[in-house]
């Protein structure tokens, strides 16, 4: 079956310094992945996927994600943290090659300390 | 923002309930997906929808059912609800489904407390 795990339950930086949030994943064929943020009592909002190509792949508000097929991961990273980038992270995967289905991770909560 | 509105925004009720939650799309997309979120668990899918009366089961489906008559709603309903469907159910919309390379708009999500 395929999964995401994000083994972090929060995430601590400082503004300005880069920041990562980590997510390992576990599929059978090529994996569709994605990452979501969620802002307080919001739904959660598109930022970036990773469908084929680039392993470095770019998304919104400065977030880029590194696919290592070898680890089997999916980080997301920032160059330099804001404070307003502070929220909940959700790692995501299609669930197998056919569907039109999301699994998500458990979230990874991130703290952006001014 | 994807037009989606959810309702109602929060509801508390008692154990043994019927209880519906409205989702209504002003996007005309083809996908509608009902998820569930709690601590620990991240969000779970419990129904979708790939059509106009065309629904499947998420990996949480137990206890709840769907129902799609037209392309804008989609609506869940709890029959009778137990307090472990406490919990805040989001909705959302792909126009080309996440097979496709689609992405997900959510709605604002429905607080539901079961007493």
């Known amino acids: 079956a395929q999964s995401v795990a994000q083994p972090e339950d929060q995430v601590n930086v400082a503004e300005g310094n880069p920041l990562t949030v980590k997510c390992t994943y576990s599929?059978?064929?090529?994996?569709?992945l994605f990452w979501y943020v969620q802002y307080p009592n919001r739904g959660l909002q598109f930022l970036l996927k990773?469908?084929?190509?680039?392993?470095l792949v770019k998304g919104s508000y400065g977030f880029e994600a590194e696919f290592n097929k070898s680890q089997t991961s999916f980080h997301l990273k920032k160059p330099s943290a804001l404070v307003s980038d502070s929220a909940l992270y959700f790692c995501?995967?299609?669930?197998?090659?056919?569907?039109?289905?999301?699994?998500f991770g458990t979230g990874t909560r991130l703290q952006v300390f001014p | 923002d994807a037009g989606i509105t959810q309702s109602p925004r929060h509801k508390v009720t008692e154990t043994g309930t019927p209880v519906t939650l409205r989702c209504h799309q002003t996007?005309?997309?083809?996908?509608m997906y009902w998820y569930r979120q709690d601590p620990g668990h991240g969000l779970r899918l419990i129904h979708y929808?790939?059509?106009?009366?065309?629904?499947d089961k998420g990996e949480v489906s137990d206890g709840y059912s769907v129902s799609r008559s037209k392309t804008e709603d989609f609506l869940l309903t709890l029959e009778s609800a137990t307090s472990s469907q406490t919990s805040v159910y989001f909705c959302?919309?792909?126009?080309?489904?996440?097979?496709?390379?689609?992405?997900?708009?959510f709605g604002e999500g429905s607080r539901l407390t079961v007493l």
């Open positions: 959302a919309i792909s126009e080309s489904g996440t097979g496709a390379t689609g992405e997900l708009f």
């Open positions: 599929v059978s064929g090529n994996p569709y």
């Open positions: 990773y469908i084929t190509g680039d392993n």
């Open positions: 995501a995967v299609r669930d197998g090659w056919s569907t039109d289905k999301l699994i």
């Open positions: 996007e005309n997309h083809r996908y």
């Open positions: 929808s790939y059509g106009v009366k065309d629904t």
